[in-house]
T-cell receptor, first 114, second 115 residues
Framework: DAMVIQNPRYQVTQFGKPVTLSCSQT?????MYWYQQKSSQAPKLLFH???????NEADTPDNFQSRRPNTSFCFLDIRSPGLGDAAMYLC?????????????FGQGTRLTVV | AQKVTQAQTEISVVEKEDVTLDCVYE???????LFWYKQPPSGELVFLIR??????QNEISGRYSWNFQKSTSSFNFTITASQVVDSAVYFC????????????FGAGTILRVKS
């Protein structure tokens, strides 16, 4: 059974139109992460939540925001998507921040901007 | 700054061949973690191994083995007797000790195993 679920798997949005990607987890993990993976590139961490504490990576554009209303759900909001934001967006969870706990990834949402 | 280099963009092998995927890393930390993940066509990243910087013992798990050498900052991954199901993108990753799951990934190596 999937433990980290991302919806939808594929999302098409218009240039400049706000879009929200969803991630849910059944693991009751404290930490949730969002990674951006552009075509043929490595995943790149955008931000993470430790419980309700939001932590932005220094080079994450302001266009990207996140919400975590409860332990199970985390959302990625792209306020004004540009063509360069087309990518696979991966959600991950871990029990803790330390590397002694494994990170579990969802299947990703592939975002297309038209 | 942390950096992971996977010089092999794509490797093609025939089933049953052995294949080694290279990973070289850079970090100023004395304590850090190294990882390998597999990304099949379905998209999710599948955890394969985690190694901390103080444990240089090589590890074998079935057909998979990993060679960690601090002296050359390398953490190479070998698949013995490759199978078609091994076809995927493989990522090497690095993290700091205190933020062990904030991963810095290499660019990935596409492995194609042909029958």
């Amino acid at each position: 059974d999937a433990m980290v679920i991302q919806n939808p798997r594929y999302q098409v949005t218009q240039f400049g139109k706000p879009v929200t990607l969803s991630c849910s987890q059944t693991l009751n993990h404290n930490v949730m992460y969002w990674y951006q993976q552009k075509s043929s590139q490595a995943p790149k961490l955008l931000f993470h939540y430790y419980d309700k504490d939001f932590n932005n990576e220094a080079d994450t554009p302001d266009n990207f925001q996140s919400r975590r209303p409860n332990t199970s759900f985390c959302f990625l909001d792209i306020r004004s998507p540009g063509l360069g934001d087309a990518a696979m967006y991966l959600c991950a969870t871990s029990r803790d921040l330390g590397a002694n706990t494994e990170a579990f990834f969802g299947q990703g949402t592939r975002l297309t901007v038209v | 700054a942390q950096k992971v280099t996977q010089a092999q963009t794509e490797i093609s092998v025939v089933e049953k061949e052995d294949v080694t995927l290279d990973c070289v890393y850079e970090t100023r930390d004395t304590t850090y973690y190294l990882f390998w993940y597999k990304q099949p066509p379905s998209g999710e990243l599948v955890f394969l191994i985690r190694r901390n910087s103080f444990d240089e013992q090589n590890e074998i798990s079935g057909r998979y083995s990993w060679n960690f050498q601090k002296s050359t900052s390398s953490f190479n991954f070998t698949i013995t007797a490759s199978q078609v199901v091994d076809s995927a993108v493989y990522f090497c990753a690095l993290s700091r000790a205190e933020y062990g799951n904030k991963l810095v990934f290499g660019a990935g190596t596409i492995l194609r195993v042909k029958s």
